[in-house]
Structure formats: C-alpha cells, structure tokens
C-alpha cells in the first residue's frame, strides 16, 4: 500500500505563485504545506518540516533549485525524498536534464491551480509503484 502523501515543502521566489500553489495544495490538495522563498531556506525547513515531497522552483535567487537539489541529495536524511520541480523553462531536453539530476517530474508554469494536486499525487503514486 502506498503511504499516504500529506506533507509538501515548496520552494518558490515569486510571491504570487508560492501563494496559488501553496492554497491550492492546501485547499484543494488537502495537504500541509511549508513554503520557502528560496533554495538556502529549503535544506533548514526540511530538518524542521520533515516533508514527504519537495516542489523546487528552478530559478532562485541564492541557490537554484538544482544545486538545491544537489544539496538535498548529498545530506543522508533527503536523498530519498522525492523532490519535482516546478519551471517556465519547459524545453525536452532541459526537462530531460532535471530528470537526470535527480527529479521524478517538472511542471511547467503556468500551472493550473485547479489541477496540481491531482499532478502532485499522480507523480507521486507513480515513485511508489
């Protein structure tokens, strides 16, 4: 049986963007939601929040969200949890390369609200198959 996903730490600069992802996952995803403006916060709230899934936003100020991901990684405790990010940069081969770092899935910006719950938990059944 597949556990249960209910903890998302998002990690995104634009103000407004964090703010729709955050209440649609909330509201309509159900789920707990710790938001990070940047790749430097992500590492300290995950020691804190103890997430089940990370969504990175790809261009942060700081530390990016690949070398956020490169660092979630190289630390024991994260490098099991599955980590997606979240970009306006959607071309194959870019998409391919996210993969290839260690991402399960990339969704692209604009995101439908209505619809990111439903692709969170979509990606994440498919990790525990």
């Known amino acids: 049986m597949i556990?249960?996903?209910s903890?998302?730490?998002?990690?995104e600069d634009d103000p407004d963007i964090q703010e729709v992802a955050?209440?649609?996952?909330?509201?309509?995803g159900g789920f707990t939601v710790e938001t990070c403006d940047s790749g430097t916060e992500v590492v300290e709230a995950a020691r804190r929040f103890r997430p089940d899934f990370i969504i990175l936003d790809v261009m942060m100020p700081g530390m990016d969200g690949p070398t956020t991901l490169k660092s979630l990684r190289g630390t024991?405790?994260?490098?099991?949890?599955?980590?997606?990010?979240?970009?306006?940069k959607a071309m194959k081969n870019e998409i391919e390369d996210f993969i290839g770092m260690g991402a399960?899935?990339?969704?692209?910006k604009p995101f439908d609200p209505e619809t990111l719950s439903d692709q969170i938990l979509a990606i994440w059944n498919k990790h525990h198959e």
């Open 22 to 28: 955050a209440l649609a996952l909330e509201a309509i």
């Open 104 to 108: 399960l899935d990339v969704i692209t």
């Open 3 to 5: 556990r249960p996903l």
């Open 76 to 88: 024991v405790e994260f490098k099991t949890i599955p980590v997606i990010f979240l970009t306006a």
């Open 7 to 11: 903890k998302i730490l998002l990690a």
